[in-house]
């Protein structure tokens, strides 16, 4: 299974609060979000091979799963931070690491190719449309509870620590179902956001 988790800081930062807030897009979104366009494009080329390499060798090669890991990691950055879970500028590149952010997804050694067809032509229904379906109010919620840290950021520099879990939760969630639809793993995500 994966471990994902956001750093919980003592203290948050205001000047970076309003900062993101008001100019993220500017200086996070764009210049990040350019570069993950041609990343995710060059993904699914490896994703695509990888499938195949699944399909006949039970065996995802190591280097194209290092690399959606790592495409994985710099979109759970960039995301981190525009939603207010961690202060400072998320570093660019695929081989970066972050102290304020851990996605690991563990190598398997071999993958289930009957699993793997199962995914392909029906994991929209048996995992898509009913993690979707929960996830979409647990986003709600989660958006909720990001709008009233933000205030409480603002005022007293402290992003309540359940409020912190709750949405650090909701991410982990959104990552696991992302890491079994790009058959990283043959574990069915466990609908909880909980590590």
């Not at 981190?80 to 050694?109: C, K, M, N």
């Not at 909701?170 to 590590?195: C, E, H, I």
């Amino acid at each position: 299974m994966i471990h994902f988790d956001v750093l919980h800081q003592e203290r948050y930062s205001r000047g970076e609060l309003l900062l993101r807030t008001f100019f993220g897009w500017l200086y996070i979104a764009i210049p990040h979000y350019f570069v993950l366009f041609f990343v995710s494009i060059a993904s699914l080329v490896v994703l695509f091979m990888a499938w195949w390499a699944v399909l006949f060798t039970t065996r995802y090669p190591r280097s194209l799963f290092d690399f959606i890991v790592c495409y994985f990691r710099w979109e759970a950055r960039v995301e981190a931070r525009l939603i207010h879970l961690a202060d400072g500028y998320p570093v660019f590149g695929l081989e970066q690491s972050d102290p304020r952010l851990t996605l690991d997804v563990p190598y398997p050694e071999r993958l289930n190719r009957w699993h793997l067809l199962l995914r392909t032509f029906f994991g929209w229904l048996y995992c898509l449309i009913p993690h979707g379906f929960i996830l979409f109010f647990r986003l709600i919620a989660s958006m909720v509870l990001i709008f009233l840290a933000w205030w409480s950021v603002l005022f007293t520099g402290k992003y309540p620590k359940r409020w912190h879990d709750f949405n650090v939760g909701t991410q982990r969630w959104m990552w696991r179902v992302n890491v079994y639809l790009a058959f990283l793993s043959d574990t069915y995500p466990p609908f909880s956001g909980k590590p």
